[in-house]
């Protein structure tokens, strides 16, 4: 166990949340500006005290963009004073994995944002296993870069380090095993991907038909929402995917041509957790 929230809550108003981060684990925070992700990662590193619980750390922390910079900074020369000038192939490694190896010698008080995220991130790829700490660095880097970035920190995570990290994006969200999400410093959700399946993801259907009126009369007696239609096309969402497929393969014989059925996706459902959230 790297990481013990004890009945932690960033409010006096919230409720309680417990979590246990094992060696190995990561773990995304999501949620609009001003919900907290920041504020939960200083409790987590204990710069700050929550209100309410308790948080228990055993193992060394890192955190991202926690390296003093200034206009002489390289990356280079940044990497080297966090592990020494002996360790030039694990330098390099970084240098190369973060996409920093050719601007090594730069300055990066002149680099673009995307080599500045990365290299506030060199301290994540030199430091021993423990816990590791990113608060939204993930999101700037070059999109050419973000999957080298990302299959480094799985390696970390399978090396012994456990990840913690903040980000507005589902795709990397989605990397991490389970998700966090907040709004105004409350959990709105905590839990795996398949939690959050079960939670919030219907299925999704999409009827090819030439008579709609006919496809929305089926399916009436089903729990569906979301229902959209286009020339030749009704989309909706389903509880009961199945049930809603054999009915309207029964019920639409001959004015149904094709209905095809998958999960929703991650963003399609954090959009849905977001927009119940906002209506509360």
Known sequence: MHVLLDSVALSTQASPLSLTLSAGGSLAIMGRPGSGKTHFLEVLVRR??????????????????????????????????????????????????????????????????????????????????????????????????????????????????????????????????????LASQRVVFCGTHAELNARFGPIVVEVQTNDSALVRQAVRPFQVRAVTQAEGTVRFEAEAGQAVVASLLRDGYGVVQSVTTRQRSFAEILSQLDRDTMVR
């Open 48 to 181: 700050k005290r929550a209100p309410r619980g308790a948080v228990r750390l055993d193992a060394p922390v890192c955190t991202a963009g926690n390296v003093a910079m200034d206009r002489r900074s390289t990356p280079q020369s940044i990497a080297t004073e966090l592990v020494g000038r002996r360790a030039t192939e694990k330098i390099a490694e970084a240098l190369t994995r973060l996409g920093l190896w050719e601007v090594r010698r730069s300055s990066v008080t002149g680099l673009s944002p995307g080599f500045r995220a990365a290299a506030d991130l060199l301290a994540i790829f030199l430091a021993d296993p423990g816990v590791l700490v990113i608060d939204g660095h993930l999101d700037l880097l070059d999109p050419w870069n973000l999957e080298s970035v990302l299959e480094g920190l799985a390696m970390r995570c399978q090396r012994g380090s456990s990840l913690v990290l903040t980000t507005a994006r589902p795709d990397i969200a989605e990397r991490c095993e389970r998700l966090l999400v």
